[in-house]
Nanobody
Framework: QVQLVESGGGLVQPGGSLRLSCKTSGAIFSFTAMGWYRQAPGKQRELVATIISNGITNYGDFVKGRFSISKEKVGNTWHLQMNNLALEDTAVYYC?????????WGQGTQVTVSS
């Protein structure tokens, strides 16, 4: 059974940085795409960033150069570096992946931006 586990969330002040990581277990195949979504209270889940197997990345419009997604060369592990965080970035961040026609989701990690 494929499992995704996020880490690195927490409380940060506006302008601060966090690095989220997603580690997987149970997958004997490589994912074709990986990424991050987020959901704030009362809002729909939205795309933050994705990266596909050839390294091409895609970001939500709100990112505006502040976040960077990366994946490790070996294994199904990827990261989201978030800089210059703003109050509106407060949300639960979910890691996501796609492989062999299936989507996989982590349980989410809370990111709270507050002064």
């Amino acid at each position: 059974q494929v499992q995704l586990v996020e880490s690195g969330g927490g409380l940060v002040q506006p302008g601060g940085s966090l690095r989220l990581s997603c580690k997987t277990s149970g997958a004997i195949f490589s994912f074709t795409a990986m990424g991050w979504y987020r959901q704030a209270p009362g809002k729909q889940r939205e795309l933050v960033a994705t990266i596909i197997s050839n390294g091409i990345t895609n970001y939500g419009d709100f990112v505006k150069g502040r976040f960077s997604i990366s994946k490790e060369k070996v294994g199904n592990t990827w990261h989201l570096q978030m800089n210059n965080l703003a109050l509106e970035d407060t949300a639960v961040y979910y890691c996501w992946s796609r492989g062999r026609g299936h989507d996989y989701w982590g349980q989410g990690t809370q990111v709270t931006v507050s002064s």
